[in-house]
């Protein structure tokens, strides 16, 4: 599994400071992107918004978080490396 989608799958977990703490280390596009995001759920919008123009994406016509993180999966998957597993409603990783 890649860094990035470990830092998705803290997301989802609610784990904030893990998923921080590693997008910080992938300086793609893509990690920018996802930094970006990690800073939405944060609500610290002025830093996402910095990150968004890192990755060359528009802040400001971005969709909801969860229309993101679907756009943000495909860019992943499109790319070459596989989405996170998404946990099921039980709270297990689904795979």
Known sequence: MNTLQDVLLHLRAGRWTEAH???????????????GIVHIVEGDLEDAEYWYG????HFRSRGTLDEELARFEAALLQSGAAPAAAPSKAGAVVR
């Open 54 to 57: 890192q990755a060359g994406r």
């Open 21 to 35: 703490n590693l997008v910080q280390y992938d300086s793609s596009p893509l990690g920018a992107w996802l930094h």
